[in-house]
């Protein structure tokens, strides 16, 4: 009798296994929330909209976005962390978020490839270096040599939290320049940018999304680009390695979570969705000065792992691994 309803039970599962619950495959029934981990208003927020509202048109349901920013997006990972994991709540993440956190934070709220399921890595954004307008820095020369001939920390830079891509570039920016300027963190880009235009910053590594346009309005000069080759978004924007920072490379990435544990039918229903979106608005996104990937969910896994230990490096030669 057991041993016959032991095998009636693994029948039933192989069933269930076999044909999804309707639940499932009816996904989805109802809104979804996007999560954004940084304020409103900054370039990220600019692309978590335009993917929510694209995602929706494919999936028939409204996608609901909710900023929840501060702490270097621990708070919105954390807050993730916690939602079921039925596809109705996923996240816009980070390489800072996925790859550098955990190198900064000694006991950490989440575990990257445990606590979170990757949908895809929808495009990489390359950092550039920008001062306001009227800033007596005309170059990057200007900035290293005042550094070096001033006392330590007199330059400040801004950033949209500890362990984020701009946080990150300038802790690069220090180490291959041999200088040190002092880090602002704020809750996001936004706010990081407002105080640069007021004058409380001396500079700031930012977007290329954000940058472009106030760089357009006149309100800040662009000196520089932190990727490895020239952006044809900024044909005449010299590169950091060019100007003698030689492997400079601060480009980082943009991509979406769910949370762990997410059915396999509700993840790829959710990436192919995420994925036609990415190729459908392709020159909208380049326009705004990103690089399109859009790449596969053990794509996205493989380049956290890999990214987790090239950062590390960094971190460990500022003095800020595992500082929290």
């Not at 993730?80 to 934070?105: E, K």
């Amino acid at each position: 009798m057991l041993k016959a309803l032991v095998l009636s039970a693994a029948a039933v599962l192989s069933l269930q296994m076999a044909n999804p619950p309707t639940a499932l495959a009816a996904y989805p029934e109802r809104p979804i929330t996007l999560v954004v981990p940084f304020s409103a208003g900054a370039s990220t927020d600019t692309l978590a909209r335009l993917m929510g509202q694209a995602v929706s048109e494919t999936l028939g349901q409204n996608i609901i976005v909710e900023n929840r920013p501060g702490a270097g997006g621990i708070i919105a990972a954390d807050y993730l962390r916690r939602q079921q994991p039925d596809g109705y709540t996923f996240m816009l993440t980070t390489d800072g978020i996925m790859s550098v956190n955990p190198s900064i934070h000694k006991k950490l709220a989440y575990q990257p490839l445990k606590d979170f399921t990757p949908l895809t890595i929808a495009a990489v954004a390359p950092v550039v270096l920008i001062v306001r307008s009227d800033s007596p820095f005309k170059s990057v020369q200007d900035i290293i040599e005042f550094a070096k001939d001033n006392p330590a920390g007199t330059l400040t830079f801004g950033s949209s939290g500890i362990g984020t891509s701009q946080h990150i570039a300038g802790e690069l920016f220090n180490q291959l320049a041999h200088v040190e300027l002092k880090h602002i963190p704020y809750k996001g880009g936004a706010p990081a940018m407002t105080d640069l235009l007021g004058g409380h910053l001396s500079m700031m590594f930012g977007q290329i999304p954000s940058a472009k346009e106030a760089a357009q309005q006149g309100k800040v000069r662009i000196l520089a680009i932190g990727s490895p080759t020239r952006s044809p978004m900024l044909p005449d924007v010299p590169t950091l390695a060019e100007l003698g920072l030689a492997g400079y490379d601060s480009d980082t990435w943009y991509g979406f979570s769910l949370p762990g544990g997410t059915p396999e039918e509700v993840q790829m229903k959710l990436y192919k969705a995420l994925a036609g979106s990415l190729q459908s608005h392709r020159e909208q996104l380049e326009q705004l000065g990103y690089v399109v990937l859009g790449s596969t969910p053990a794509d996205m896994a493989s380049t956290i792992e890999s990214n987790t230990v090239k950062w590390q490096g960094v971190l460990q030669q500022a003095g800020i691994y595992h500082m929290q």
